[in-house]
């Protein structure tokens, strides 16, 4: 059985960091993502890693205080987020892309995902 678990998520005041984790069992996967969704909006993008994590794609809204990274050794794939701010308030979501790196900023591109965590800033 394929499962995808978040952790990390929780309150923190702006300017804060977080470290979120997604533990895979069940299977190995190639290129990982991670999305958020607020209350009232659509999922959106956030970051995509490759297998070998020398490759990765960041939203505008995160590149440069957003870092996502993976551990195959683990099956673990990590979000650091800094410089958090209150519009980064969602629940964020791990997912397993398994129709290739070329999209892999569609929800669609992804057939595998976590139950997802609640990330809240506080201003």
């Known amino acids: 059985q394929v499962q995808l678990v978040e952790s990390g998520g929780g309150v923190v005041q702006a300017g804060g960091s977080l470290r979120l984790s997604c533990a895979a069992s069940?299977?190995?996967?190639?290129?990982m993502g991670w999305f958020r969704q607020a209350p009232g909006k659509e999922r959106e993008f956030v970051a995509a890693?490759?297998?070998?994590?020398?490759?990765?794609t960041y939203a505008d809204s995160v590149k440069g205080r957003f870092t996502i990274s993976r551990d195959n050794a683990k099956n673990t794939v990590y979000l650091q987020m800094n410089k958090l701010k209150p519009e980064d308030t969602s629940v964020y979501y791990c997912?397993?892309?398994?129709?290739?790196?070329?999209?892999?900023?569609?929800?669609?591109?992804?057939?595998?995902w976590g139950q997802g965590t609640q990330v809240t800033v506080s201003s």
């Open positions: 997912a397993a892309n398994t129709r290739g790196w070329t999209n892999r900023y569609r929800i669609d591109n992804y057939g595998y």
């Open positions: 069940g299977r190995t996967f190639s290129d």
């Open positions: 890693i490759d297998w070998s994590g020398l490759s990765t």
